[in-house]
């Protein structure tokens, strides 16, 4: 008993720097030895233990509020709310929204990060695309709410081309630029599963809309939408099996790339630490959730006055615009992920996030539109169907290979410049509610 008051005495005295993790450690320690401590060292103990958690949270608020430079549009998402009660100007709103959003965006895909350090390369791969696509499934289920279906349908068909064209072409471009002395490669075996998948959904996209502008429906406006509901628990089915596949079945598949890194000695000291405990990334992720979540309501209520203020179409705003800000976490770890030559977790978040939007994410959106008996189907007119086809075939063509360069990259980019161009010009035939 003595020996351990010494221990904690000492402790107690010296100033030793230490970090996060290593704070956690300690103030495991010293939870198990202050039981055994008189009462004058054990309020001491009790001291060092208040001090070290302070230190910790202050250093956790430095970690992920101060230190990223992103952070400096912090300020706009409560200017957003201040203007939309002050001003009513519906173009300066959502414009600062935007700007408000992006950092959270980046930040909650960085507190993925930083939980998936404890978790495990594959699950770790799965909670960030799940949390990278939080804003956007946030966005939509206030937009379904408010009975925007067409801002619903064409945001998270924007998230998906900007996941495939933007965000895979500027981290092929990057990566290929920083590493233009070799050839980049990924895991074949991970790219075709989830091109088959988003074939699949394209199928579920596909079918409604033909079945709707063919006039070949029994109940015309009936049938597309019970077609809708029922090609939506498939796909739900479809993607609960794929998470099994990866996670239980055959996880070797998905994780030799990631034990290949672990165990090969000289990509050991490039491995990175976390930089907050597992319940500083949980409660990280849980505030900027919430955060996310309210200006998400103003944003969603400033989208058609922006568009008329703006003069601008809403389909480039929901497709284009939206997307690109609730994409901001995908974007900067993919590219981080591809200039560091590490190409299958680029690709998980690239495409594994395109995967999730487009058979987990837009079914739930229908499934949870049928209980709040809005009329959400997958009939995402002709225009956008042909669209997102075309786009699946272009990036399964350049996955084919295993390889990847930046010539690849800018040819993603140039066709997502193509798409951004083509939703500038077209009119939505439809409006919400149709």
């Known amino acids: 008993m003595g020996s351990a008051g010494e221990k904690l005495e000492l402790e107690s005295d010296e100033e030793i720097p230490f970090s996060s993790s290593q704070a956690t450690n300690k103030m495991d320690s010293l939870h198990y030895e202050a039981p055994h401590i008189a009462s004058p060292r054990g309020y001491r103990s009790s001291r060092v233990l208040r001090k070290m958690y302070q230190i910790s949270l202050l250093r956790s608020i430095y970690v992920v509020i101060i230190k990223a430079k992103i952070n400096v549009l912090l300020?706009?998402?409560?200017?957003?709310?201040?203007?939309?009660?002050?001003?009513?100007?519906?173009?300066?709103?959502?414009?600062?929204?935007?700007?408000?959003?992006t950092p959270l965006a980046e930040r909650l895909g960085y507190a993925t990060e930083q939980l998936a350090f404890?978790?495990?390369?594959?699950?770790?791969?799965?909670?960030?695309?799940?949390?990278?696509?939080?804003?956007?499934?946030?966005?939509?289920?206030?937009?379904?709410?408010?009975?925007?279906?067409?801002?619903?349908?064409?945001?998270?068909?924007?998230?998906?081309?900007?996941?495939?064209?933007?965000?895979?072409?500027?981290?092929?471009?990057?990566?290929?630029?920083?590493?233009?002395?070799?050839?980049?490669v990924f895991n074949k075996a991970t790219a075709i599963v989830n091109s088959g998948l988003l074939l699949m959904a394209?199928?579920?996209?596909?079918?409604?809309?033909?079945?709707?502008?063919?006039?070949?429906?029994?109940?015309?406006?009936?049938?597309?939408l019970a077609l809708s509901r029922f090609s939506s628990c498939i796909m739900l089915v479809a993607y609960a099996s794929y998470l099994f596949f990866q996670l239980k079945s055959q996880p070797d598949l998905y994780s030799s790339v990631g034990e290949d890194i672990e165990n090969n000695p000289e990509n050991s000291e490039e491995e990175e630490a976390p930089e907050i405990t597992q319940w500083e990334a949980i409660g990280w992720l849980a505030?900027?959730?919430?955060?996310?979540?309210?200006?998400s309501g103003y944003l969603v209520d400033a989208i058609e006055g922006a568009s008329d203020s703006l003069n601008m179409p809403m389909s480039f705003i929901s497709v284009i615009l939206l997307p690109i800000v609730g994409n901001a976490a995908e974007h900067a770890s993919a590219i981080?992920?591809?200039?560091?030559?590490?190409?299958?977790?680029?690709?998980?978040?690239?495409?594994?996030?395109?995967?999730?939007?487009?058979?987990?994410?837009i079914p739930f959106c229908v499934v949870v539109g049928w209980f709040m008996g809005k009329p959400m189907d997958l009939n995402f007119q002709l225009f956008?169907?042909?669209?997102?086809?075309?786009t699946v075939l272009v990036v399964a063509f350049m996955l084919q290979e295993g390889t990847s360069n930046y010539f690849k990259g800018l040819m993603l980019i140039l066709c997502y410049l193509i798409v951004a161009a083509s939703f500038f010009v077209h009119v939505d035939p439809s409006k919400d509610g149709d």
């Open 202 to 224: 394209v199928m579920g996209l596909l079918f409604p809309a033909v079945l709707h502008f063919t006039h070949t429906e029994v109940h015309f406006g009936k049938s597309q």
């Open 75 to 101: 300020p706009f998402g409560p200017l957003a709310i201040l203007l939309h009660y002050v001003t009513g100007k519906y173009a300066w709103v959502f414009f600062f929204s935007l700007l408000g959003i």
């Open 118 to 184: 404890y978790t495990g390369p594959t699950v770790g791969g799965l909670l960030n695309a799940t949390f990278g696509n939080a804003t956007e499934m946030i966005i939509s289920l206030y937009a379904l709410n408010n009975g925007m279906m067409r801002v619903v349908k064409q945001s998270l068909l924007g998230s998906i081309l900007s996941n495939m064209l933007l965000v895979l072409g500027c981290a092929f471009f990057s990566g290929g630029i920083i590493h233009h002395q070799k050839v980049q």
């Open 287 to 295: 505030v900027l959730t919430i955060w996310i979540s309210v200006l």
């Open 384 to 390: 956008e169907t042909a669209t997102l086809f075309i």
């Open 336 to 361: 981080m992920f591809a200039m560091k030559d590490k190409l299958d977790i680029t690709l998980g978040v690239a495409i594994g996030s395109s995967t999730q939007i487009s058979m987990f994410v």
